[in-house]
């Protein structure tokens, strides 16, 4: 019942937590702003619980709390979203591009977190269906199509100032106005930031276009305490405290894979290898 409170964050026992966060639920806002709005439910068992909880809202009024059998982890259901407040909906975008906005948050949690199976179903039919998974590429493909799939570049692991990040990348001919094809997550959560994708792209060092960007996948590890994940409302955005650290991790790691690619290429074709010593 506490999540439901305003201003409540229910899962912070003292301030010092607020440097270290891992968890990945909504912030202690949002879930009694959505509740206030729709018709709610909630239901939830913790691991070594005998029994959960189910909570039933409407329009932010407690209609029942009882208790429920269910398997370990928490369930949100929205339904009805705005129908008592009718006007927010005249800001609402067509159903469309409300549905390809769901539907690209989704996508980006299941590329988060491919060892969790993610469906998502529309007017009742699957959009997709993508099997918990311990590849990646596998992942990917089922997100992003076979063909990218295909074209993979591994990007392996590189540690530098006690962070790491490893993912993958394609080849500059699928660079891609904008940057929707970019895929960046910290810690296990999607951010964007325009110093990692400025990286990505002198990484390719001139081999993608001005005006089009690299497609990348790529999963950075560090300390919590290395980063603020508190400057954006939906912890989009995100401040680094080692920034220059981080781009200099992301261009050597990329930088590396392009090249091992090309020597590799270079091998095949049977092309000679130019070879530089110092005497």
């Known amino acids: 019942l506490m999540c439901l409170e305003r201003h409540a964050t229910s899962k912070l026992k003292n301030s010092k937590q607020l440097s270290a966060i891992t968890t990945m639920g909504f912030r202690g806002e949002a879930v009694p702003s959505i509740a206030s709005v729709s018709k709610f439910r909630l239901a939830t068992r913790e691991h070594d619980a005998v029994e959960g909880t189910e909570i039933i809202v409407d329009g932010g009024i407690v209609q029942d709390v009882k208790v429920a059998g269910l398997q370990p982890g928490t369930i949100f259901e929205i339904r009805q979203l705005f129908f008592n407040i ?9 159903e469309s591009t409300e549905s390809a906005h769901v539907e690209h948050q989704v996508k980006l949690h299941a590329l988060a977190w491919p060892n969790v199976r993610f469906t998502m179903r529309k007017d009742g039919r699957t959009v997709f269906d993508l099997p918990a998974t311990t590849d990646k590429r596998m992942r990917i493909s089922g997100v992003s199509g076979a063909e990218a799939g295909r074209a993979l570049i591994e990007v392996p692991v590189c540690e530098e100032s006690g962070m790491e990040v490893h993912g993958y990348v394609l080849p500059a001919e699928f660079a891609r106005k904008g940057r929707r094809q970019q895929f960046v997550f910290l810690n296990g959560r999607p951010i964007e930031d325009p110093a990692i ?4 792209k002198d990484a390719f060092k001139g081999a993608v276009s001005d005006g089009l960007n690299p497609s990348a996948w790529l999963w950075i590890e560090m300390d919590p305490k290395l980063v603020d994940v508190n400057v954006h409302p939906a912890k989009k955005e995100v401040r680094f405290h080692k920034p220059f650290e981080v781009r200099h991790l992301v261009l050597t790691a990329v930088e590396s894979a392009l090249v091992a690619r090309s020597e590799s290429s270079s091998s095949l074709r049977g092309e000679p ?7």
């Open 197 to 200: 994708s400025r990286a990505l």
């Open 273 to 279: 290898k130019i070879i530089s010593r110092k005497d």
């Open 86 to 94: 009718p006007a927010r909906r005249k800001f609402m975008r067509a």
